[in-house]
């Protein structure tokens, strides 16, 4: 089956890793093991929610700010539109975020689902989301991401889980993964050998 559509993680994989997710929690008051940082704001109360939502939005908005793209990000992404082939963004960072990122390096997103749309990573709802919306298959469909989550709801979707090896913990996570890259450079001819 052709590649019809590539959905990317945001954070780590089309930007260079920035955020120190640990620093983060402490900063929130959540415990350094306490799980993810979204799923453990749910928890919270309303004015703790609140708290933590700022900081979060601050570390948010300073990475956009800092940012600096991954080797090979720009060049695939133009070498996928001109291959006719969708781009869509997945993350659970905020959708202005990744269009700010979009707007800072000049890239193309076909379309962006943020955390205010609906069930975030590891659930199947973004990919689901985008794969509707680009009238595509999820077997026609590969996610890319640096993170466990990202593997995770790509499978749970139905769609190829694509791992980008560029930090420490990527060995414990490649048994999730269809395809390991250590660049985005290695995607091209992955989605390349489907579209023969």
Same mark, same amino acid.
């Given at each position: 089956?052709? $590649?019809?559509?590539?959905? @990317? #993680?945001? =954070?780590?994989? $089309?930007?260079?890793?920035? @955020? #120190?997710? =640990?620093?983060?929690?402490?900063?929130?008051?959540? #415990?350094r093991h306490g799980g993810p940082i979204l799923e453990a704001?749910?928890?919270?109360t309303p004015s703790q929610r609140q708290r933590?939502?700022?900081?979060?939005?601050?570390?948010?908005?300073?990475?956009?700010t800092?940012?600096?793209?991954?080797?090979?990000?720009?060049?695939t992404l133009d070498a996928l539109h001109h291959r006719g082939i969708r781009v869509g963004i997945l993350t659970r960072n905020r959708?202005?975020?990744?269009?700010?990122?979009?707007?800072?390096?000049?890239l193309c997103f076909d379309a962006v689902?943020?955390?205010?749309?609906?069930?975030?990573?590891?659930h199947a709802f973004g990919v689901l989301h985008l794969c509707d919306h680009f009238a595509v298959q999820p077997p026609e469909t590969m996610v890319v991401g640096d993170?466990?989550?990202?593997?995770?709801c790509a499978r749970a979707a139905g769609a190829i889980p694509v791992l980008i090896?560029?930090?420490?913990?990527?060995?414990e996570f490649a048994v999730h993964a269809d395809f390991t890259v250590q660049t985005l450079h290695e995607l091209l001819p992955i989605v390349d050998n489907y579209n023969v």
């Amino acid at each position: 089956m052709p $590649i019809r559509a590539v959905i @990317f #993680d945001l =954070d780590g994989t $089309i930007t260079q890793p920035y @955020f #120190d997710f =640990d620093a983060i929690r402490e900063e929130i008051g959540i #415990d350094r093991h306490g799980g993810p940082i979204l799923e453990a704001m749910e928890k919270m109360t309303p004015s703790q929610r609140q708290r933590a939502e700022g900081i979060l939005h601050f570390h948010e908005e300073k990475a956009v700010t800092e940012s600096s793209l991954n080797p090979g990000a720009r060049e695939t992404l133009d070498a996928l539109h001109h291959r006719g082939i969708r781009v869509g963004i997945l993350t659970r960072n905020r959708k202005s975020n990744a269009r700010a990122v979009a707007e800072k390096h000049n890239l193309c997103f076909d379309a962006v689902v943020g955390r205010e749309d609906g069930p975030v990573k590891p659930h199947a709802f973004g990919v689901l989301h985008l794969c509707d919306h680009f009238a595509v298959q999820p077997p026609e469909t590969m996610v890319v991401g640096d993170y466990l989550f990202d593997l995770l709801c790509a499978r749970a979707a139905g769609a190829i889980p694509v791992l980008i090896a560029n930090h420490d913990r990527a060995a414990e996570f490649a048994v999730h993964a269809d395809f390991t890259v250590q660049t985005l450079h290695e995607l091209l001819p992955i989605v390349d050998n489907y579209n023969v």
